[in-house]
């Protein structure tokens, strides 16, 4: 295998953007080798658009042997089942945060990654995010070994702020 074949569960916004990476090469070693939408007539139209195979359900694409793991990009409500569906076929999972919409359902997902042995992540990046960006230039203006404890706030314009 020369690259790491992903497949994409949910095409709304967050799902074109992980698709549009795939396709323009940008994540280097994977590429989108198909696509699963709720709704058939996008899902088949922007397969067909991008040269790669749709599926009608997530346990499909899952079980495809063309697909080596899968992103999934549903509304939360359904990330414990499709990441369920998934890890039961055998395949890596990245998810869209959050990671589920209970406490329960996320050590769910997490207890069949482990019985599995298969990695399950949480997409959370956040490296353009204030706090992070002021973190990273607080760390790199220390001398050696650095511990920090943070209280994650928002203000008044819903920015993270570091005290």
């Given at each position: 295998?020369?690259?790491?074949?992903?497949?994409?569960?949910?095409?709304?916004?967050?799902?074109?953007?992980?698709?549009?990476?795939?396709?323009?090469?940008?994540?280097?070693?994977?590429a989108l080798a198909g696509v699963c939408r709720r709704?058939?007539?996008?899902?088949?139209?922007?397969?067909?658009?991008?040269?790669?195979?749709?599926?009608?359900?997530?346990?499909?694409?899952?079980?495809?042997?063309?697909?080596?793991?899968?992103?999934?990009?549903?509304?939360?409500?359904?990330?414990?089942?499709?990441?369920?569906?998934?890890?039961?076929?055998?395949?890596?999972?990245?998810?869209?945060?959050?990671?589920?919409?209970?406490?329960?359902?996320?050590?769910?997902?997490?207890?069949?990654?482990?019985?599995?042995?298969?990695?399950?992540?949480?997409?959370?990046?956040?490296?353009?995010?204030?706090?992070?960006?002021?973190?990273?230039?607080?760390?790199?203006?220390?001398?050696?070994?650095?511990?920090?404890?943070?209280?994650?706030?928002?203000?008044?314009?819903?920015?993270a702020v570091l005290r």
């Open positions: 295998m020369d690259r790491f074949r992903l497949g994409i569960v949910g095409l709304g916004r967050h799902g074109e953007r992980y698709a549009r990476h795939l396709l323009q090469g940008e994540v280097e070693g994977a709704d058939p007539a996008f899902g088949e139209r922007f397969a067909r658009a991008n040269g790669v195979p749709y599926f009608a359900d997530a346990r499909a694409l899952a079980a495809s042997p063309d697909i080596d793991g899968v992103i999934v990009v549903t509304p939360t409500k359904a990330h414990r089942a499709v990441a369920l569906e998934i890890l039961a076929a055998g395949k890596p999972v990245l998810i869209e945060k959050p990671l589920a919409e209970s406490e329960a359902a996320a050590a769910e997902i997490a207890q069949a990654a482990g019985r599995a042995g298969l990695a399950c992540m949480v997409a959370h990046t956040m490296r353009r995010e204030v706090l992070y960006r002021d973190l990273a230039r607080r760390i790199a203006a220390q001398a050696g070994p650095v511990g920090i404890d943070y209280v994650y706030v928002l203000d008044g314009r819903g920015d």
